[in-house]
C-alpha cells in the first residue's frame, strides 16, 4: 500500500486542532503541536508532507513560523489556517508559497480537498526528484544533480517555479499537466541526447515523423499526446545499458543484441516515478514488436500490438534509414528509397496503415520533411 502522506497540524486552541484531527486522520498520518518551536522541532525529525498552520501563536508569529518553514523545507506544502480579520496575512502567505487558506470554522469537505491538492503537489515533487535522481545516477551527473535539487530546496522562489511546472491538482488542470509533462520530457531528453553525439536528435526526429504520421489516422486528441510524449520517451531504457554497447559501431554480437533488447523493459522502470498514463508504457514497451510477431520483448503481433507503439515502430526505422549515424553500417537512405524500404517490410515488420500514412505524407510534402528533417539532425 502506498504511504499515507504525513500531515503536521500547528494549532494552539484545543478546539480546532482536534476537530482537524478527526477529519483528516482517516486519510493521513497526523502530527500535532501547540506551538511554532515545537512545529520546527517536528519538521527537523519527520518527514512532513503538509503542514496546517494557524497564524496566531503563543510563542512565534504564525508568519515568520510561515518563513522558517518556506526556508528549511521548500517543498513542504504549507496550508495557513485563518480567522475572521486575518485575511490580509493569509494573503500575504499566498504570496510567499503558501498552498491555499482555510478558514476556521472548518468545513470538512474544504479541510480535505486542500489537503489532497496539497498532499498531491508534494508526492508529485518527491516523483520528479526520485526520477531525476534515477536519470542522473545514469548518466554520471548523480552529483550534479543532487546539488541542484538542494538548490532547488534552498530556494524557495526556484522550487515554486519548478513546482509549478509539475504541479497536479485536480481534473481541470489534467490537460495543463500533460503539456508539463512534455516540456519537462523534452528538455531533458534533449539534455540526455546531447551527452550522446550519436543519439544527437534522434529523439525529436522519431518525435517529428510520429507527429506526422498522426495526422493521418484517426487518434483523439489524448492519444495523440500520448504518442509524442511516448515517442520522446521510446528509447530512454537505453540509459540502462551499457554504453559502449549502445554506441557500438558496425554489427552487434548476439550477447550484445540481448542486452540492448532489454532497453523497452528498462525504460518502463525508469519512467515510473513519473505515473505516465498505460498508453505511454505500452508504447515504451512495444516499441519493438514486429507486425507479424517475432519481435521483443513479448513477439505479440497485429493489432495486440498497441497502436502508439505500431506507429513509433515506423518512425523509429524510418529515422534510421534516412538519418546518417556515426555507428550505423548502413548507407544512408533518400526519403524515397526510405518510403520504398518501409513499403516493402510493410504487413511483416510494420502495420500496413501507419507505412502507408508516413509515405503519403512524404508523397505530398517531401521537400518540407527533408527540410525539417534536417533541422532536426543537429539539436
Ligand atoms: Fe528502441
Not at 508568519?63 to 500575504?92: C, N, P, S
Not at 517555479?161 to 534533449?190: G, M, P, S
Not at 523509429?316 to 524515397?336: C, G, I, N, Q, W
Not at 510494420?350 to 528533417?373: C, M
Amino acid at each position: 500500500m502506498a504511504k499515507r502522506p504525513q500531515v503536521l497540524i500547528v494549532e494552539d486552541q484545543l478546539g480546532p486542532r482536534k476537530s482537524l484531527e478527526m477529519i483528516l486522520s482517516p486519510f493521513f498520518d497526523i502530527h500535532t503541536a501547540d506551538l511554532g518551536k515545537k512545529a520546527l522541532e517536528l519538521l527537523q525529525e519527520k518527514p512532513i508532507d503538509v503542514v496546517t498552520l494557524d497564524l496566531r501563536l503563543p510563542d512565534l508569529h504564525g508568519m515568520d513560523v510561515f518563513r522558517q518553514i518556506k526556508r528549511l523545507h521548500a517543498d513542504v506544502e504549507v496550508i495557513i489556517i485563518t480567522g475572521y480579520g486575518e485575511f490580509k496575512t493569509a494573503l500575504d502567505a499566498l504570496h510567499l508559497g503558501a498552498s491555499s487558506y482555510l478558514l476556521k470554522p472548518f468545513n470538512t469537505g474544504d479541510v480535505l480537498s486542500a489537503i489532497n491538492r496539497a498532499a498531491g503537489k508534494k508526492r508529485q515533487i518527491d516523483q520528479l526528484k526520485a526520477f531525476l535522481m534515477k536519470i542522473g545516477g545514469m548518466i554520471g551527473l548523480k552529483k550534479e544533480l543532487s546539488q541542484g535539487i538542494k538548490m532547488l530546496e534552498e530556494d524557495s522562489s526556484l522550487f515554486d517555479k519548478v513546482k509549478a511546472l509539475f504541479e497536479r491538482t485536480d481534473q481541470e488542470i489534467e490537460e495543463e499537466r500533460r503539456v508539463n509533462h512534455f516540456e519537462f520530457i523534452r528538455t531533458l531528453i534533449d539534455a540526455i541526447e546531447k551527452k550522446d553525439p550519436y543519439a544527437n536528435g534522434h529523439s525529436s526526429r522519431v518525435h517529428y515523423y510520429s507527429y506526422l504520421i498522426s495526422q493521418r489516422l484517426r487518434l483523439t486528441e489524448l492519444e495523440k499526446e500520448e504518442l509524442l510524449i511516448g515517442a520522446y520517451l521510446h528509447d530512454i531504457g537505453k540509459l540502462g545499458i551499457d554504453q559502449q554497447i549502445v554506441q557500438k559501431k558496425g554489427r552487434y554480437t548476439e550477447e550484445e543484441m540481448e542486452a540492448i533488447k532489454r532497453h523497452a523493459e528498462i525504460g518502463i522502470n525508469l519512467v515510473a516515478p513519473l505515473n505516465l498514463s498505460p498508453n505511454i508504457l505500452a508504447l515504451i514497451r512495444h516499441h519493438h514488436e514486429y507486425y507479424i510477431g517475432q519481435g521483443y520483448p513479448d513477439g505479440i503481433s497485429g493489432e495486440d500490438i498497441p497502436l502508439l507503439a505500431r506507429i513509433v515502430a515506423v518512425a523509429d526505422a524510418f529515422d534510421a534509414m534516412v538519418t546518417d549515424y556515426p555507428y550505423e553500417y548502413r548507407k544512408v537512405l533518400s526519403l524515397d528509397e526510405a518510403a520504398a524500404e518501409l513499403k516493402h517490410c510493410s504487413g511483416i515488420q510494420f502495420d500496413p496503415k501507419v507505412v502507408s500514412a508516413l509515405i503519403d505524407t512524404i508523397e505530398e510534402e517531401h521537400d518540407r520533411i527533408l527540410l525539417k528533417s534536417a533541422l532536426l539532425a543537429d539539436l
